[in-house]
């Protein structure tokens, strides 16, 4: 994934998006860079690996390295940026969210024009942030070549850009995927894929972008260059996963989201009077905490936190590149509390169940504790398909899946064409592959939140949800 933040402002701007990028950390743990413009220096940038230690410890003498009243940062979980960029257009830092599907053939296409050429990275590849800025500068402005990079790629694009008069251009998505929101403050304009960002930094809302939309900003004003598009299909695992608690999307805040998610799930679990007898209702920390408290107080049954994750020197369990490494230090991270384990029957919410890894080692890690029994619930439905729209799963092929594993193993290729059946608790097939589950990871009952029940705890139109990763739907 990745979070990008911008400021321009009438007086210095460096501090604001310093924070505000250091805020986008949750999103990407690769790289982080910022670009700053300032009228007797021009443009500078700073870009640093980030993989093994936070974004402000490598950025921490940015105050002394780059000046500027308008400043851009991102953090990134692929390639290097921002980048600069000297075109038909003049000099320009760029950066850009999202993922690019059609990009060889992009790159084909333009390598193909009388003397075309990228830079290369280590083996051969070609950054999307320059290959957004070649389908950029094939237009006379910024307005038609955005609007141009926009119809051209296949995939997900938010930009910002950095002009060399020291102007903000904040270009959303063309299905608005991803949120980019702009903030108000008395000094200036700010942009953020993050609300809670700007407001920590004195910023009121000011608006968000529509699918689409391109503005262009300076400290005094907001112009539009390119209006919305009227079809939206803003992610759904927003606000399942990986969107910050603080933030709120198209008017829907995330915590708030999740305590109704638990909420729907255990009115479901009262009809169907699963797991009774429990003795906790617990998440899997960080983001499945507020599903469970939700769950807990709908079935008044009491909240707990078995184990704690300590998280003082590794804060995220995918920080390390390898995947022994992430296992290992994920194991490493859980600390029991043998009083709220020992003889207890547990129900844990998690946020989502992809490969499935890391919860059989939690649950054997609870049974190894002394846990009587352990029941899983997942605020979100079976992931049926890896997404690709964006790049935060991108690198799951179906297969690695657990739920799309499981039916391979139940039916072969053909239960693939009984995909609803699968999602659905209530079919026999729905049954089968919750129980097949439990007994790969060990658990004594297993169910998904509903397609239905997720998108009633957005409390978004459905038609404007993209829900692709659950049921394939574009």
Known sequence: MGGFFGTVSKHDAVSDAFFGTDYHSHLGTKRGGMAAYDEEIGLQKEIHNIENSPFRTKFERIFEEIKGNAVIGCISDSNPQPLLIRSN?????????GIINNA????????????????????GGINPCELVAALINQKSNFAEGIAFAQSEIEGTASILILTNEGHLIAARD???RLPVLVGKSAEGYCVSFESFAYQKLGYQNERELGPGEVVEITADSI????APGKEMRICAFLWTYYGYPNSTYEGKNVEVM??????IMAESDKKKKNAEGIDFVCGVPDSGTPHAIGYANKSDVPFARPFIKYTPTWARSFMPTQQGDRKKIAKMKQIPICELIKDKKLLFVDDSIVRGTQLKETVDFLYNNGAKEVHMRSACP???YGCKFLNFSSATNDKDLIARR????????EGFKHIDEYSDSSTERGKKLREAICKQLNFNSLEFQSIEGAIEAIGLEPCKLCTYCWNGKE
């Open 406 to 413: 499981t039916i391979l193993e139940l039916e072969g290729e």
């Open 258 to 263: 999740r305590y109704k998610n638990g909420e």
């Open 382 to 384: 079976p992931i049926m």
């Open 89 to 97: 257009l003049g000099v320009y830092a760029i950066c850009v969210i």
């Open 174 to 176: 063309k299905l608005g």
């Open 223 to 226: 112009t539009q260059l390119v």
């Open 104 to 123: 060889d053939k992009l790159i084909e296409k333009h390598l193909s024009r009388e003397n075309g050429h990228f830079v290369a990275m280590t083996g």
